[in-house]
């Protein structure tokens, strides 16, 4: 090994003593999983990657499925991780060599040795290679980055298509809860119906005063404009739900609200719950790309080796034969002053690798608080609904009394319109239990990442 070879490789090291130290992520920033949920789920079932069928409505079904397919934000998210893997295949090809093939042309005349005009036509095709010796791993940071950034797009794809699945199933049962007030409130029109004819027969045969035949009739109004805003509501909720499967407003086709069943709480660790979810894997996806471009950014700091080299021959009309050319060399281009932007731009990365890791913190501790609420909210529910049918059951009795009551006589329709109000009430409000608990069952599953999620970033 000569002198200069010596030197080159003597010079090299010491720039690369001193380049900054890479650091771990801040120790704050990282997080560990409970054992077990605070609110046990009280079933072993699984999580299957179609988990809406669950709830036992094709209509649904179908419904989820025309969503995936069509919905605006799914395909941009899908565009976004085209885009991202395009700028990936970038990247990667830094670490492979570049050849290109160039031609030059020309047609001349001069001015010749002896006052003669002299033509002529030089062809020159040349091959040229150029490559960059990855040294110090420059080039191959900015790959893994590309590579972790096409992995958080594929994650946030998953998460956008698994947002949709859920509003999508959120809203149809919405549309059918809506179905099942209306409903209601059209067969409470007709008992208020009966009984505003009983009090006008009544007040017509001077058995009641005219106080009682404006009570019936004020209530009567009462609960038939209430059909009108519930209309209103489900025709937007349709509307709603067309977007989401991406077509115009139209008209839902649906089952029933009675018809849809209760699906079994999942069972899911909390330990099992970072590979789960999407938002979880894009967040880690990002830790790994900022970790990454931190690396390139080290890099920066030494010295960059470029080989190139090129071969071609030259054809021209003064010259007999064609004559080869070719060239070989290299450069190195170690950075000595900059101003302090190399050592910025390596403690700006340092700086985004420490908000990407405590932004993966929030997000996983985000994603426990969420499946927690959600077992917290099904779990109270469930014992709601016991202490509310108690009530309906009361309610409903009282009502009958009351009814018997005033028909006999016994009674003024006071009592009637408070009975009656209270079984609307308690009816409307065992319809929106209902949708509360299988809306909440569908944000669980959302919770807890839908079907099971593979991959993650690389360490």
């Not at 027969?201 to 009462?222: F, K, P, V």
């Amino acid at each position: 090994m000569n002198r200069r070879a010596i030197a080159l490789i003597a010079g090299t090291g010491l720039l690369a003593s001193c380049a900054p130290a890479l650091t771990p992520p801040p120790v704050a920033s990282a997080v560990s999983s409970p054992l077990q949920w605070r609110t046990p789920p009280g079933s072993d079932a699984v999580i299957e990657a179609d988990w809406w069928k669950a709830f036992g409505d094709p209509r649904l079904s179908e419904l989820v499925q025309l969503a995936r397919a069509n919905n605006v934000d799914v395909a941009i998210a899908a565009a976004r991780v085209r885009e991202a893997r395009a700028q990936e295949r970038v990247s990667r090809a830094l670490l492979l060599p570049g050849l290109d093939f160039t031609v030059q042309g020309a047609e001349s005349r001069s001015l010749g040795p002896f006052g003669t005009p002299v033509e002529g036509v030089t062809l020159q095709p040349v091959f040229q290679a150029s490559y960059e010796i990855d040294l110090f791993g420059r080039n191959g940071a900015q790959a893994d980055a590309a590579q972790a950034n096409a992995g958080a797009a594929q994650a946030a794809s998953d998460a956008a298509l698994l947002s949709v699945t859920a509003a999508t199933a959120s809203g149809y049962i919405t549309l059918l809860a809506l179905d099942q007030r209306i409903d209601t409130l059209r067969a409470t029109l007709v008992t208020r119906g009966e009984a505003l004819l009983i009090a006008r027969d009544r007040q017509e045969a001077g058995y009641t005063s005219q106080l009682e035949l404006r009570q019936a009739e004020a209530e009567y109004r009462a609960a038939e404009q209430q059909i009108p805003a519930a209309e209103a509501a489900l025709a937007r909720q349709e509307n709603a739900l067309s977007v989401l499967v991406g077509e115009p407003p139209r008209a839902i086709r649906r089952g029933t609200f009675a018809a849809l069943s209760k699906p079994a709480i999942p069972l899911v660790l909390p330990s099992e719950l970072t590979r789960r979810r999407p938002d979880i894997l894009q967040a880690e996806y990002a830790l790994a790309a900022s970790d990454a471009r931190m690396r390139g950014a080290r890099a920066q700091f030494l010295p960059q080796v470029r080989l190139a080299a090129s071969a071609g021959t030259i054809v021209s009309s003064a010259l007999d034969d064609p004559v080869a050319i070719w060239s070989v060399g290299g450069s190195i281009l170690a950075p000595i002053f900059n101003g302090g932007r190399l050592q910025g731009q390596f403690d700006a990365a340092t700086a985004q690798r420490d908000q990407a890791a405590f932004a993966y913190r929030r997000t996983v501790l985000t994603a426990f608080r969420e499946v927690e609420d959600q077992l917290a909210v099904i779990s109270r529910l469930d014992d709601q609904e016991v202490s509310l049918r108690a009530q309906r059951a009361a309610v409903a009795d009282a009502a009958r009394h009351a009814t018997n009551r005033y028909r006999a006589g016994y009674s003024p329709y006071l009592e009637q319109i408070d009975a009656e109000r209270s079984l609307l009430s308690v009816d409307l409000a065992l319809v929106q239990l209902k949708a509360d608990k299988l809306t909440a069952l569908v944000a669980l599953y959302q919770a807890l990442g839908g079907a099971a999620q593979t991959g993650g970033a690389e360490e």
